[in-house]
């Protein structure tokens, strides 16, 4: 574990333009930035078994649907690197046990079960334990290379639907922290402010975690783009006197019609957008998009925790015999999103033929199929 101050850190980034890595392969272990502790503290922690993963991942030590999917495909590298097996069969067992443990950990974002799939299927044709091991940790980078260059993508295409001047609001964190390094909705943010547009960003709190005012105000501090913390229930009124111009939001599922799971209170946004007559942006990559969900009402929504709720840093705001309902995420139907932003393009409606469209674009098959 490493402690840096963060008011240092800001200021380096201001200077280089340096973006945070939330999730980073050390040879023999993971390292991720414990964003708990931010934005206080910033801790580097190290993982060193699929165990320290998946804690990682349950704790929100990591999170944001890319990061928790690259953190999970080296976490199962760690599984194959600690496994004492010498023949392939066994070696095999000790990698599915660690895949069925990290499945387990966040049900709703797909990239977590993608890249367990993926670094799993890549040691099949394996001569000998040690190649395992080589075409797990070759497909654990290429996973998280590919969430690097996706980024950027979507953030020079998506930087162009932006207006400037712009009031753009936000909900969750769908930065760097959110990411590898550069972010989904808050990348195109970036992007935007790079190439000089005038942009103020409202960020949504986010209750119960403060992923919002946490995280994304810490990211965009960074950054040096203007910005102003607000609850979540003032977006609605902050829209009514004409003072959003763009909702951007990420996703950790996307439907094939379109349906998108992302952080409980998105669809209400989108819902006072559409009330409002503002466009309601969500930015995420192809490999969000699941291919074996319909619609929307096939998505599993985590439910977190009641203590989530009634607590908030370490002190009681509700009674503690109260019940509680901590539902991780909601799903905002397709109807309600003017666009979707990928790496490979933006997909409009009806959504079921330009998601298939980008994702040919990306793969090679068509979610249609």
Known sequence: MSLMQPGDIIQTCLRTREVMKSVEWLGDRVRIIDQTQLPTHLIYVDCWTPEDVAEAIVALRVRGA???????????????????????????????????????????????????????????????????????????HAICEEDRQANRRMGDIGADLIPSPANVLTHCNTGSLATVDFGTALGVIRTAHRRGKTIHVWVDETRPALQGARLTAWELLMEGIRHTVIADGAAGFLMKRGLVDVVLVGADRVAVNGDVANKVGTYSLAVLARAHGIPFYVVAPTSTIDVSIPDGSAIPLEERRPEEIRVLGGTLIAPQESPALNLAFDVTPHELISAIVTETGIARPPYRHSLAELTLARTGSSVQE
């Open 66 to 140: 890319p990061a928790i999917g690259v953190a999970a495909g080296y976490g199962l590298v760690l599984a194959g690197q600690h496994s004492r097996a010498v023949d392939l069969g066994s070696w095999w067992g000790d990698l599915d046990r660690a895949v069925d443990l990290l499945r387990r950990t966040r049900p709703t974002a797909v990239n977590l079960a993608r890249a367990l799939d993926v670094v799993r299927a890549a040691t099949n044709l394996a001569t000998d334990v040690e190649d395992a091991k080589r075409r797990a940790l070759e497909a654990a």
